[in-house]
């Protein structure tokens, strides 16, 4: 049986904690930081958990599932 392979740009977007559930960074944090509140920036910062809906997809992609 071949092997499964990694999506390569999930693998690049995604990470995983260590009970096996996906992190993903916040959007709107790549261009025009000029025009945006400092407090909102640093909310903009660090990694959120993938919603429920999407895990399974996600960990598809990574080939955890």
């Known amino acids: 049986m071949p092997k499964q392979k990694t999506n390569r740009a999930a693998a690049k ?11 993903r960074g916040h959007a709107s944090v790549r261009h025009g ?3 945006k ?12 958990m993938v919603a429920d809906v ?4 996600v960990l598809r992609m990574l080939g955890k599932r």
């Open 13 to 23: 977007r995604f990470k995983l904690t260590g009970t096996g559930k996906a992190m």
């Open 33 to 35: 930081m000029i025009g």
């Open 37 to 48: 509140a400092r407090d909102r920036k640093r909310h903009l910062a660090g990694f959120v």
């Open 54 to 57: 999407d895990q399974p997809r």
